[in-house]
């Protein structure tokens, strides 16, 4: 079980890496002062594409949670997410961020039941301070309406990832289809709200265009198909521990396509940084394999010779056998579960 718990996270490493790229894809590419029409860009095409291609749709009561996932995951999120980075340095907002780890692990212990143990969490404070070393200047400045905006949407990725995780999916359903759902759900938040802001968008060029490809495809996509996958196989604080890995990516692509110097702080913040993703996520799944020790396949209940005259020890067994498959039946659904930053 430990050994898939690490390939799944290996995966699921993949869409934070990928997110590192939005910064020099936004800068580089796009039109300026555009942010709440890049993140519509970003989600509600390549919702509307998995739509088109799972041809499913919620029903009953999962239309109003995939609002609310879609809104927590993608609308929100993203929308203060650029909110953030415009009135704030990359470093400072880098650094907001990169509590999410510890907010989720907040949150999944009323409503997950997990329990971070305290390598965990001390993982995820150093993982914020390896961040900051990367990221943070001297010189930065703070705004307040910038620090709450990444702080809020720190709040709304870790809501949203944990409610993910505690929810799941309705039986039938993969994770592409439940990404479709939020991503079409958060653009559709996104596009009114884009057009009232920032008007009609812009003439776009072919390298405006090959930068919005790139976001809503590998950049979205893909990266929110395997994240919310692993959030389905995983425990939700160690996949929130992979979020610090997107400023780290961003500092290193920046490095090797810009030419951006790296200091030996920054190097070793990134080392921190790192360290603390692989400790916080795997210290998580560590504790999940231990909580539920797995059984094998086809293993049956052996019978307990009763203690006293009358026990029911053939009736124990039925019980157990029972219990048994109500448990396997309760962790496929879990594993089988299917948007962070």
Known sequence: MLSTSRGA??????????????YLV?????????????????ALPAGLVLLAVTRRLPKGGWWWKVALLGALNIGLFLALLFVAAYRLPGGVAGVLGAVQPLLAAGLAIPLLGERPGGRALLAGLAGVFGVALVVLKATA????????????????????????????????VGPLAMTGWQLTAGGLLLLPVALAAEGMPPALTGTNLLGYLYLAVPNTLVAYWLWFRGIGKLPASSVAFLGLLSPVSATAIGWIALGQALTPLQLLGMAIALGSTAAGALFGTRARATAQPATAPGARATAQPPTAPGARGSADVRLRRVGDADLGKGHACVGGQALSQ
């Open 9 to 22: 996270l290996a995966l699921t490493a993949l869409a934070p890496l990928a997110w590192g790229s939005t």
């Open 26 to 42: 936004t800068t580089e590419y796009l039109p300026p002062d555009r942010p709440l029409l890049t993140a519509t860009l970003r």
């Open 141 to 172: 400045r703070l705004d307040t309406i910038g620090v709450l905006a990444g702080l809020a949407g720190a709040g709304t990725m870790a809501v949203g990832t944990v409610l993910t995780k505690r929810w799941g999916r309705p039986e039938g």
